[in-house]
């Protein structure tokens, strides 16, 4: 079992530019996360998905778009990087929405945007 | 608004010596967690506490819920280097699994 992975680990993107921040269980856990991380502080919440087809908006989901079409990835998709999205970027998986059981969180990528 | 504070947000102390990291929140929740990250790295679950009165131990880690009160704490006995790390609680007051994270406490033990 490799848990939660992510790619990339690091990413270095201009103002402007977009990308994809990919994200795999392999726990078959129906709900998965997005958060970011700003130095110093908490997680916020950015997305989340309650199984395959089914997204909805956290805390901060402005300049971001999800989309689950299989039950074990959930990608995050960023368009016209800003720099106030520099951050270190969590996926998360739980087998239920978290009423009863921990987030399994992945490695995290690192973005800055310049 | 949903808050959750962690006090303190940073603790030096000694190896050996006890203390208390203690998490309040700002609405109803029957559910928190803590989590461990260590520097540069991921985020570890330590404890799911689900019901007023919870109590879990782990080691040299304990932690409790009183729901009523909105307050947590996790209290280390005996600290040793190996426990340096960030911690930080969690609360779950819309019971979908979106969590709301604090601040996170900085722990750093000297020996």
């Known amino acids: 079992n490799a848990g939660v992975t992510q790619t990339p680990k690091f990413r270095i993107l201009k103002i402007g530019q977009s990308m994809t921040l990919q994200c795999t269980q392999d726990m078959n856990h129906n709900y998965m996360y997005w958060y970011r991380q700003d130095p110093g502080m908490g997680l916020k919440l950015i997305y989340y998905?309650?199984?395959?087809?089914?997204?909805d908006k956290g805390e901060v989901p402005n300049g971001y778009n999800v989309s689950r079409s299989t039950t074990e990835d959930f990608p995050l998709r960023l368009e016209l990087a800003a720099p106030s999205q520099t951050s270190v970027y969590f996926c998360a998986s739980s087998p239920r929405g978290g009423t009863a059981y921990e987030q399994y969180f992945g490695p995290g990528t690192r973005l800055t945007v310049t | 608004e949903l808050k959750v504070e962690q006090n303190p947000l940073f603790l030096s102390m000694q190896e050996g010596k006890n203390y208390t990291i203690y998490c309040n929140y700002s609405t109803t929740s029957d559910r928190l967690y803590w989590y461990r990250q260590d520097p540069g790295k991921s985020l570890e679950s330590l404890f799911v506490?689900?019901?007023?009165?919870a109590v879990k131990q782990e080691g040299r880690l304990m932690a409790s819920l009183d729901t009523k009160a909105r307050l947590s704490t996790l209290h280390i006995t005996a600290a040793v280097h190996d426990l340096s790390a960030t911690y930080f609680c969690a609360v779950d007051p819309l019971g979908a699994g979106k969590l709301i994270f604090g601040q996170g406490t900085t722990l750093q033990v000297k020996p």
């Open positions: 998905s309650v199984g395959a087809g089914i997204t």
């Open positions: 506490l689900l019901s007023n009165g």
